[in-house]
Nanobody
């Protein structure tokens, strides 16, 4: 069974940067499409960015240019580099692994942007 564990939760000042990590186990990491989602209080979960097995990336419009998704297939780890953070980026960030009809989720990690 695939397991995902996010890390990197922190309180960050507006304009700051933060990197989240997602450790993958229980499967072949390199063949999965990996995604970051986030859910702010009172809002629906939304896609932040995704990276396919071939390295192709896609970003939600509001994150493009500020966030960068990457993967290390040797370490079975997914990353999300976040820059120019604003209070609107405050949310629980979730890691997702998708392969065909199979979807796996991490437990989430809290990012708070506040002065």
């Amino acid at each position: 069974q695939v397991q995902l564990v996010e890390s990197g939760a922190d309180l960050v000042q507006p304009g700051g940067s933060l990197t989240l990590s997602c450790s993958f186990s229980g499967g072949t990491f390199s063949i999965f499409t990996m995604k970051w989602y986030r859910q702010a209080p009172g809002k629906e979960r939304e896609l932040v960015a995704q990276i396919a097995a071939d390295g192709t990336t896609h970003y939600a419009h509001s994150m493009e240019g500020r966030f960068s998704i990457s993967r290390d297939n040797d370490k079975d780890t997914l990353y999300l580099q976040m820059n120019s953070l604003s209070p609107d980026d405050t949310a629980v960030y979730f890691c997702n692994a998708q392969l065909g009809r199979f979807n796996f989720w991490g437990q989430g990690t809290q990012v708070t942007v506040s002065s």
